[in-house]
């Protein structure tokens, strides 16, 4: 039976194509920082934020919201408060059904629409961080 452990080794190895969600273009952010960890370590990471769409910041362009990510993804990245949730899984199951991995950040839950997203096949992780995983796990 696979550990928490080894689900999040096992993501973050099979995660390519990363969509972040609530993205910063402030260096200082969190969200920043992490999308830039998550590239120095060879993930592709599309920046979603509205209020930046159509910019480009760490070499992509900045997507106004999941149904405009122009690729598949195989991760979902949530910056957004735990009450945006629902609408960020009705979202990335919309576009990709067949969604591979949820990823909620610190602090960030949400008990029905992880469960949504579970039904639909996707691994779920909540309330962690990649960037503090892959220093945690050695990766």
């Not at 769409?53 to 990245?77: F, I, N, Y």
């Not at 950040?105 to 995983?133: D, F, M, W, Y």
Request: contains cysteine; hydrophobic residues 45%; glycine residues 6%.
């Amino acid at each position: 039976m696979e550990t928490q452990d080894d689900m999040i080794r096992r993501v973050l190895a099979e995660a390519r194509v990363i969509a972040l969600v609530g993205y910063s273009a402030n260096a200082d952010r969190p969200s920043h920082q992490v999308a830039r960890f998550l590239q120095d370590r060879g993930h592709r990471v599309i920046p979603v934020n509205p209020g930046l769409a159509g910019q480009e910041q760490l070499g992509e362009v900045v997507r106004a919201d999941l149904a405009s990510v122009p690729e598949e993804v195989d991760m979902v990245d949530v910056f957004r408060a735990s009450d945006a949730v629902p609408e960020i899984v009705e979202a990335a199951l919309g576009r990709w059904p067949e969604l591979k991995t949820l990823w909620l950040q610190l602090g960030i839950s949400h008990a029905e629409a992880t469960a949504r997203a579970r039904a639909a096949g996707a691994t779920v992780i909540e309330n962690r961080c990649p960037k503090i995983e892959y220093a945690r796990l050695g990766l």
